[in-house]
C-alpha cells in the first residue's frame, strides 16, 4: 500500500463512526494520488496528509437558553478551526437537528480546499448546532444565538477564526450573535460575516453563494459550446443559495421548473415565481407548500422527487446527500448537460462517478458554491479598510472569482491528465497552495 491509501486507512478506523467525515476524506485522496504519488517522499516525511486530516482543534460545548414556557433547554455547540495555513480559519455555522461532529468535521475538512480556491487568504473552520430554528418564536432564536456566542465568543476573532451564515443561520442569527460578541468583547471588529449592512456588512453578500453558482455554470457551459439562454433548470432547496441561484438563473435566460424543502417540492411549468418563493420563505418563514395559493397551475409533491424532472441544468443547493444513484440515473436519462453543486456534498460519489462516467459536466461544490465565502473575505477586507464597496464593484469581483475558479480546476484536471474530471481539478488545485502553505511553516 502506498502513502495515500496508508493514512486513508487509518483515518477511516480512527473515525468509523463519522461517516460524513470519512466520505469527504475519500472523495479529496482519490483525486489527490496523482499528485502524492509526484511528491511522495517529501509529503510523507512532512506527514501532510495526517495534518490535513485533523482539525488544529475543536471546540464542543453545552448551550442552555429558556425557551417561551420559561423552561431550560440544552443544545450542544461545535466549533473546528481546521486548518489556518493560509488565513484565519473561515466557515459558517450550522443550525440544525442534525448536526453532529462528523457534519462539521466533513464541512470544515471541505473548506480549507474551498477557501484556497477562492485565491483569497482564508483557512477553513465550521461549526454550528443541533438547535432548530424551526417553530421558534424570535425570542427564543435570540436566546440561543446570544448563549451560543457567550462561549463561541472566547474561539474567535476578526484576525483568528470569522464564522458566518449556513443552513439555519442567516441575517437575523448573524445579527444576534454579533450584538452579544460585541457586547462581551467589548470589540467592534469584522468577527462575523453576512452582517446587516448597516453595521458592517457587505452589498452581495445575501445574494453571492447562489449568483457565484450561476457565474461557474455559465462560463462552464461557455466553455463547452453550450449556454445558459432558454435552458431549463432544476434546482433543489429554497433557502438562501437556491433562490439566488434562481433569481441569476433566471436572469441569464434560463427557466426554474422546481425548488425544494426538507418535506415536499414545487414544479412550475412556467417558471418559478420567485416573489411568491421570497415572501414565503424569507418573510413568512413558512414552508413551500404554500406556493400553491400563489400559483394554482404549480404541482406541490410530498418528498423528494426534484431530480426526476426533465432539465438541462441541475443545481443542487439544499444539504449533503440529496442527489443519489437513482437521481443521477434520472437526470442523465432525461438528458440533463450540467449539474453543479451550490450545497455542500449533495451529490454522493457513486452518484457523481455515474455523471461523469455518463459525459455530464460536473462542477462539486467546493468550487460551484465558493462564491459565498469568497464575498465573505470581502466583506472582512471591507471591515479592515472600515470602507463599503457597490453593489456594482462586489459583484465584479464575485463573476472574475468564479471565472478564474472554473479556469484553474479546468487547467488542474488537465495537467494530471484528466481534463473535463473538475473534482480532480478542484481538490488539485484547492490542495496545491495549502500544501506550500504547510510546508513553509514546518511542523505545526
Ligand atoms: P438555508 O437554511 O437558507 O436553506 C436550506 C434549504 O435546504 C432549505 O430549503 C431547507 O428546507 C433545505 N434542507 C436543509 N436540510 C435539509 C434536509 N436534511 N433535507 C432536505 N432539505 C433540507 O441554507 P443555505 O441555503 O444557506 O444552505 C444550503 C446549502 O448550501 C448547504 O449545504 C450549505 O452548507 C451550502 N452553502 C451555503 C452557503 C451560504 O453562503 N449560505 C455557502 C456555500 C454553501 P427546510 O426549510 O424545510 O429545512
Ligand atoms: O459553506 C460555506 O462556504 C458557507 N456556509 C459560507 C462560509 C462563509 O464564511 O461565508
Redesign the pocket.
Known amino acids: 500500500m502506498g502513502y495515500l491509501e496508508n493514512v486513508l486507512e487509518s483515518v477511516q478506523k480512527k473515525y468509523s463512526y463519522q461517516p460524513e467525515f470519512l466520505q469527504a476524506v475519500s472523495e479529496v485522496f482519490e483525486s489527490l494520488s496523482p499528485v502524492i504519488e509526484r511528491n511522495q517522499k517529501l509529503y510523507e516525511q512532512e506527514a501532510i496528509l495526517e495534518r490535513i486530516t485533523e482539525p488544529d482543534r475543536q471546540v464542543q460545548f453545552r448551550v442552555p437558553w429558556v425557551d417561551d414556557s420559561g423552561k431550560i433547554r440544552v443544545n450542544t455547540g461545535y466549533r473546528v478551526q481546521f486548518n489556518n495555513s493560509i488565513g484565519p480559519y473561515k466557515g459558517?455555522l450550522?443550525l440544525?437537528p442534525?448536526v453532529n461532529l462528523s457534519v462539521i468535521k466533513f464541512?470544515g475538512f471541505e473548506q480549507v480546499f474551498k477557501n484556497s480556491l477562492t485565491g483569497l487568504p482564508i483557512g477553513g473552520g465550521k461549526g454550528g448546532s443541533d438547535f432548530d430554528p424551526?417553530g421558534k418564536s424570535d425570542r427564543e432564536v435570540m436566546a440561543f444565538c446570544q448563549s451560543f456566542m457567550t462561549e463561541l465568543c472566547k474561539y474567535i476573532g476578526a484576525d483568528t477564526d470569522v464564522p458566518?451564515?449556513?443552513?439555519?443561520?442567516?441575517a437575523r442569527e448573524i445579527g444576534y450573535m454579533f450584538g452579544q460578541y460585541k457586547r462581551i468583547k467589548g470589540l467592534y471588529e469584522g468577527v462575523l460575516t453576512?452582517k446587516g449592512l448597516s453595521y458592517g456588512g457587505s452589498l452581495v453578500r445575501t445574494q453571492?453563494?447562489g449568483y457565484g453558482l450561476l457565474y461557474i455554470t455559465d462560463e462552464l457551459l461557455k466553455c463547452n459550446g453550450l449556454g445558459l439562454d432558454g435552458k431549463t433548470v432544476t434546482i433543489?432547496?429554497?433557502?438562501?443559495?437556491?433562490i439566488y441561484a434562481a433569481e441569476k438563473a433566471m436572469q441569464l435566460g434560463g427557466k426554474v421548473v422546481t425548488l425544494?424543502?426538507?418535506?415536499g417540492w414545487i414544479y412550475d411549468a412556467e417558471g418559478i415565481d420567485l416573489d411568491a418563493v421570497k415572501e414565503i420563505?424569507e418573510v413568512n418563514r413558512a414552508?413551500?407548500s404554500e406556493y400553491k395559493k400563489y400559483r394554482p397551475n404549480s404541482e406541490y409533491h410530498e418528498g423528494r422527487g426534484v431530480w426526476s424532472v426533465k432539465a438541462d441544468v441541475a443545481l443542487p443547493?439544499?444539504?449533503?446527500n440529496?442527489l443519489l444513484i437513482d437521481d443521477a440515473k434520472a437526470l442523465v436519462a432525461n438528458g440533463v448537460k450540467a449539474v453543479c453543486e451550490?450545497?455542500?456534498m449533495?451529490t454522493s460519489i457513486e452518484a457523481t462517478k455515474y455523471l461523469q462516467e455518463n459525459g455530464v459536466l460536473f462542477v462539486p461544490?467546493k468550487a460551484a458554491?465558493?462564491g459565498?465565502?469568497a464575498t465573505s473575505a470581502l466583506e472582512m477586507s471591507q471591515n479592515s479598510e472600515r470602507l463599503s464597496w457597490t453593489f456594482e464593484e462586489v459583484d465584479e469581483k464575485l463573476k472574475g472569482i468564479m471565472t478564474n475558479i472554473y479556469h484553474n480546476i479546468d487547467n488542474a484536471s488537465a495537467e494530471y491528465g484528466m481534463k473535463g474530471n473538475y473534482v480532480a481539478g478542484a481538490n488539485i488545485a484547492g490542495f496545491a497552495k495549502v500544501v506550500d502553505a504547510m510546508l513553509a511553516h514546518g511542523a505545526c
Not at 425544494?260 to 418535506?263: A, H, I, P
Open positions: 459558517g450550522r440544525h442534525s464541512l424551526k458566518a451564515g449556513d443552513i439555519g443561520t442567516g453576512g453571492a453563494t433543489s432547496g429554497s433557502g438562501n443559495v437556491a425544494s424543502d426538507s418535506t420563505k414552508r413551500l443547493c439544499a444539504t449533503q440529496e451550490g450545497a455542500n449533495p461544490g458554491n465558493a459565498g465565502v
